[in-house]
């Protein structure tokens, strides 16, 4: 597939898909392109059955910088509104995405390019990387169910204090606090991302697929009630798939070796 504002690769054999934001002269800015190439990419990955996990990254020295301000601020409010449908949507997937998501922060990762990363599963980041909101700044406001996954990440008080004095932070603060879930070098970035890739890939898909759905489900969309309902029967649709029979099939062999 031939993409003008993304790179994208699979590797079969890993079950691993990475889209790399693509605009590096512009530290990778949003425009409209680049969410129709994400979007089309996101689709490709949902549809392999053989891919297992998507590693999102950035291109140049930015993961993203946000929305690219020279094509919004000619923007009517009617073609304003519109880009900030397609881009809630897009979060929305990435949050539903049914597959791991694991966001590898490179660089530069503000505004809408930050809320791209915290709709991901998982989050690494360069250990030098700036991450932040700058909206308060440039009077504008936070997108991508940010408001809400900042403060489920950091909790409300922190949450605040970053919306608020739309300061950055490094990789480093962020693990810390625990905005994102480890911080590396930025040389060893792409191979412990990964890593953790791989061993997710390892695991059963649909498992998984069940797990993150509750988990979703779990943070707030429904009853308590009506999440260990699902529960049960997301625990039933597993145990009974031929996956689960070799699974332990397996696991019987090793024990008796």
Do not use: H
Request: glycine share 8%; charged share 30%; proline share 2%.
């Amino acid at each position: 597939m031939e993409f003008e504002c993304i790179l994208y690769e699979k590797n079969q054999e890993e079950g691993i898909a990475v889209i790399k934001l693509n605009r590096p002269k512009v530290m990778n800015a949003m425009n409209k392109q680049l969410w129709v190439d994400f979007q089309a990419a996101l689709e490709d990955v949902k549809n392999d059955a053989d891919m297992k996990v998507l590693i999102i990254t950035g291109e140049g020295r930015a993961f993203s910088t946000g929305a690219d301000l020279k094509e919004s601020k000619n923007r009517t409010v009617e073609q304003y509104r519109d880009y900030l449908v397609e881009l809630q949507e897009t979060s929305r997937k990435i949050i539903r995405f049914e597959k791991p998501t694991i966001a590898a922060i490179n660089g530069y990762a503000l505004g809408s390019g930050y809320e791209l990363a915290l709709a991901c599963d998982i989050r690494i980041a360069a250990e030098e990387a700036q991450i932040g909101s700058p909206e308060a700044r440039v009077t504008s406001s936070v997108t991508g169910g940010a408001m809400r996954l900042v403060q489920d990440l950091i909790g409300p008080g922190k949450a605040k204090e970053l919306l608020f004095t739309a300061e950055y932070i490094d990789g480093k603060e962020a693990e810390r606090i625990g905005l994102v879930n480890k911080s590396v070098p930025l040389e060893k970035l792409m191979e412990e991302a990964r890593g953790m890739a791989g061993k997710i890939a390892k695991n059963s898909s649909f498992s998984i697929t069940m797990i993150k759905r509750g988990l979703n489900m779990a943070r707030g969309e429904v009853s308590l009630e009506a999440l260990m309902d699902f529960e049960l029967e997301a625990c039933l649709a597993c145990v009974f798939t031929k996956e689960r029979q070799d699974s332990l099939k397996a696991f019987e062999e090793r024990k008796r070796d």
